[in-house]
């Protein structure tokens, strides 16, 4: 890759030209948090945040996830205790639903979670991606088929969600684990963030003679 991008640099054609991206294999979103964050509560709160936008954007691409990875680890720049802690969490069978992802999350938080460390960065990544209507997908061995099954509503009722956030704006209905303050430990310090005046209606800018 780095070849055929030096040549292109070079007036060369050496990458074909997409007209439709391709889906995405994984599906990451994790952020550095504005304060330490020390209990488990906290993180799983970030964490069920992280979640939900990976599940939406999952959605976006017609796609089903069949594992969760979840990290959390602490700063390499402090003088704090170093750790990080990460794990793979399988689902049953793949989904888009939102409530499936969080219960793996909730899970493999369970078990990489370590009491007295200042956690300056957690995330999560969906794995094993597949389209979501693809016939042959695998199903749990331990499951009705789906026909059968009285729970599969989860991707109409996803899908009801996405779109009433669509239409009445971001966050309108959204799972109850992601609520939380602006001024929570583990958000993003915004103090030096770029005015939105082309799209936040409270910054927009008076001129006054």
Request: hydrophobic share 40%.
């Amino acid at each position: 890759m780095l070849a055929k991008t030096a040549e292109e640099l070079a007036g060369l054609p050496r990458l074909g030209w997409e007209e439709f991206p391709a889906e995405k294999q994984q599906i990451m979103c994790s952020r550095s948090f504005g304060h330490p964050v020390q209990h488990v509560n906290d993180l799983f709160e970030a964490l069920s945040v992280f979640t939900a936008r990976a599940a939406e954007r999952l959605r976006a691409q017609e796609s089903a996830t069949g594992a969760v990875y979840v990290f959390a680890r602490t700063s390499f720049f402090r003088n704090d205790p170093p750790y990080s802690g990460s794990i793979v969490v399988p689902l049953a069978r793949t989904t888009d639903d939102t409530r499936a992802m969080l219960d793996a999350v909730r899970q493999g938080l369970k078990r990489i979670f370590r009491p007295g460390f200042n956690y300056a960065k957690a995330g999560v990544c969906l794995l094993d991606i597949e389209p979501l209507n693809r016939a042959n997908r695998q199903l749990s061995l331990f499951e009705p088929l789906p026909e059968a099954k009285a729970g599969n509503n989860a991707s109409k009722i996803m899908q009801s969600i996405d779109g009433i956030n669509q239409r009445y704006g971001k966050s309108t209905l959204v799972p109850a684990s992601t609520l939380h303050d602006h001024d929570t430990a583990w958000a993003m310090k915004q103090e030096r963030k770029t005015p939105a005046y082309t799209t936040d209606w409270s910054q927009i800018v008076e001129i006054r003679r």
